[in-house]
């Protein structure tokens, strides 16, 4: 019994295949946006919330235009950035690390968190990197 599930199972193919660079993208649109507006909030929260804040906002300031495709970003062809998964994902995940010692930024982290765990697997899943039009058609090849 166990010889024929591992067949099952080694010979599988999804139907629907998990992008999940393209995950790891969208979820960190809304971890920036996040980022940014609890770390206005955290500045109000002790001379460590301040400080944190501070690193809050400009980093949710400086992410959301590399991963929202904005017209001079498509145009440039920064949005490809992102599309580094071996860098991006461990990256994500320490950037992360300060949010979780603020009160407001506990909102924040785990979505930080968990795009940096979707890139990470991307790069471990051996994904191929989307092009800036693939990119613009949301991720559809």
């Known amino acids: 019994m166990a010889n024929f599930c591992m067949k099952k199972i080694r010979y599988y193919t999804p139907r629907i295949v998990v992008q999940f660079n393209h995950w790891?993208?969208?979820v960190m649109?809304?971890?920036s946006e996040l980022m940014f507006i609890c770390g206005m909030i955290s500045l109000f929260y002790g001379w460590i919330g301040f400080f944190i804040g501070i690193y809050a906002i400009v980093l949710g300031a400086?992410?959301?235009p590399f991963v929202w495709p904005l017209e001079t970003f498509k145009k440039r062809g920064y949005i490809v950035i992102f599309q580094k998964f071996k860098i991006v994902g461990p990256v994500l995940i320490l950037i992360s690390i300060p949010l979780y010692f603020v009160l407001?930024?506990?909102l924040s982290a785990p979505v930080v968190?968990?795009?940096g765990l979707l890139y990470t697997?991307?790069?471990l899943r051996k994904e191929e990197s989307l092009s800036k039009d693939k990119i613009m058609?949301?991720?559809r090849v």
Do not use: H
């Open 62 to 64: 400086l992410i959301f």
């Open 24 to 26: 790891g993208r969208t």
């Open 137 to 139: 058609n949301r991720g």
């Open 104 to 106: 407001p930024l506990l």
């Open 121 to 123: 697997l991307a790069a």
């Open 113 to 115: 968190s968990f795009s």
């Open 29 to 31: 649109m809304a971890g």
